[in-house]
Nanobody, 114 residues
Framework: QVQLVESGGGLVAPGGSLTLSCVAS????????ISWYRKRPGVPRELAAW????????DYPDSTKGRFTVAKDNAKSTATLQMNNLKPEDTAVYYC???????WGRGTQVTVSS
């Protein structure tokens, strides 16, 4: 059974940093990329970052480029999303997804507020 479990969310002040983790199980982790999505209030769910199966290639939308860094450790079946210079508009529930499938985690809440 495929499982994806996110952790690391919380409350952070604007300008602060958080690192989210996504631990996967139930499938060959090294053979699939990981996508991080977020669901902000009043906004459709959107891609926040993507990392390839090998971890060597990444992609970001303009909204997170330069502030977010996605990584993948195939030995640990874990993907991370390091988020720097957080803004109130980054407040969202963050989800990881096995790329190309409908396998999702349950999400972790990130709140950026003073």
């Amino acid at each position: 059974q495929v499982q994806l479990v996110e952790s690391g969310g919380g409350l952070v002040a604007p300008g602060g940093s958080l690192t989210l983790s996504c631990v996967a199980s139930g499938y060959p982790f090294s053979q699939h990329g990981i996508s991080w999505y977020r669901k902000r209030p009043g906004v459709p769910r959107e891609l926040a970052a993507w990392v390839s199966s090998s971890g060597l290639n990444t992609d970001y939308p303009d909204s997170t480029k330069g502030r977010f860094t996605v990584a993948k450790d195939n030995a640990k079946s874990t993907a991370t999303l390091q988020m720097n210079n957080l803004k109130p508009e980054d407040t969202a529930v963050y989800y990881c997804r096995r790329s190309g499938t409908e396998d999702w985690g349950r999400g972790t809440q990130v709140t950026v507020s003073s």
